[in-house]
C-alpha cells in the first residue's frame, strides 16, 4: 500500500522531519521534540506505529537492525511526500491572511 499524498498527521510529519538525518528509535523521539522545539512529545507506542506504517507505505525504510536498535531512513518517496505537505501546510498560513486583516487594526 502506497501512501495516497493526502493531508498527513502531525506525528507522521514530524517523523519524517526527523528523518532527514538518519536516527534510530530513542533518538527519534528526542529528535521529534528537538525539531518541534518541545511542542511534539512522541511516545513509544505512538512512534512505532508511525514508523511501521510509514514502511509500509514506502516513505521510510529500515537501514539498520542490529538488535537492539533499528536506524531508520526517509526514502525519496517520503521526502517529496514531506515537501508536498510543507507546501500544503504553507498554503493553509498563507489563505489564513484574513485573520491577521483586523489584528492591524487595533
Not at 510529519?13 to 511534539?40: C, D, F, W
Not at 511501521?52 to 529500515?62: A, E, H, N
Not at 517520503?78 to 489563505?95: M, T, V
Request: cysteine-free; proline content about 3%.
Amino acid at each position: 500500500m502506497a501512501y495516497n499524498g493526502g493531508p498527513m498527521t502531525e506525528a507522521m510529519y514530524y517523523v519524517l522531519l526527523a528523518l532527514m538525518r538518519p536516527n534510530h528509535g530513542y533518538q527519534l523521539m528526542q529528535a521529534i521534540t528537538e525539531v518541534s522545539k518541545g511542542r511534539v512529545k512522541m511516545g513509544p507506542g505512538t512512534l512505532y506505529g508511525v514508523l511501521s506504517r510509514m514502511q509500509k507505505d514506502g516513505l521510510i525504510w529500515l537501514a539498520e537492525n542490529d538488535g537492539r536498535r533499528k536506524t531508520y531512513l526517509i526514502t525519496r518517496e517520503g521526502e517529496q511526500a514531506l515537501r508536498i505537505e510543507y507546501g500544503r501546510l504553507k498554503a493553509l498560513i498563507k489563505d489564513s491572511d484574513i485573520l491577521e486583516e483586523g489584528e492591524n487594526d487595533e
